[in-house]
């Protein structure tokens, strides 16, 4: 399958810093790339997403100037956690699609970056 | 609204048992159906994925069913080993491409 990075892994910042994460496709070109969050032992909440080039578009109750969201290539996408507290701390996770593959509009998922806020 | 429940929320069973996880969805109109296996701290990494033709679908010691008229999926573990811990997420894919998440399947497996 398509490999899809993410940078850092972990992270642990102070209250009211911010946080950039990095989403990489490494193999394949991404069309369309998304942002998930996920709390302990609950599924994953999309976020937000992102279409190279263009703005992205974020689900009910995500607040855009406080996730933002870039996707200026193909291969690259990143979140920024502004002014971060610590009810931010949680696990992202980004996923990229790119053509289809199979037949499927299929996602492939990054390992996830652990967001800590002190 | 579109949903998708799986049952049991958690199970321990031992090494090289066999075990069936289940998943209903309410997704309309609906695209395919994918399991995932994500081990703790790690993103979810593709299983399975069907479509609505499709009955069953085999990756090594996982299978997966569908019955795309009842709207009910499993997932089948066979001989389970100790690395299968993790939670197994049935993804549902509507027509607009738009995906539904269970909250996961927790499998431990003991020695």
């Known amino acids: ?118 | 609204k579109n949903q998708v429940e799986q049952s049991p929320q958690s199970l321990i069973i031992l090494e090289g048992k066999n075990c069936t996880l289940q998943c209903n969805y309410t997704v309309s109109p609906f695209s395919n159906l994918r399991w995932y296996k994500q081990d703790t701290g790690r993103g979810p990494v593709s299983l399975t994925i069907m479509t609505f033709s499709e009955n069953t679908k085999s990756n090594g010691r996982y299978t997966a069913t569908l019955d795309a008229d009842t709207k009910q999926s499993s997932l089948h573990i066979t001989a389970s080993q100790l690395s299968d811990s993790a939670s197994y997420i049935c993804v549902v894919a509507a027509g607009n491409n738009r995906l539904a998440f269970g909250k996961g399947n927790q499998v431990v497996v003991i020695p």
């Open chain 1, 1 to 118: 399958g398509a490999v899809v990075s993410q940078h850092p892994s972990r992270v642990i910042c102070k209250s009211g810093t911010s946080v950039k994460i990095e989403c990489r496709s490494l193999d394949f070109q991404a069309t369309t790339m998304f942002w998930y969050r996920q709390f302990p032992k609950k599924s994953l909440m999309l976020m937000a997403t992102s279409n190279e080039g263009s703005k992205a578009t974020y689900e009910q109750g995500v607040e855009k100037d406080k996730f933002l969201i870039n996707h200026a290539s193909l291969t690259l996408s990143t979140l920024t956690v502004t002014s971060a507290h610590p009810e931010d701390s949680s696990f992202y996770i980004c996923s990229a699609r790119g053509t289809k593959r199979g037949g499927y509009n299929e996602q492939f998922f990054g390992p996830g970056t652990r967001l800590t806020v002190l």
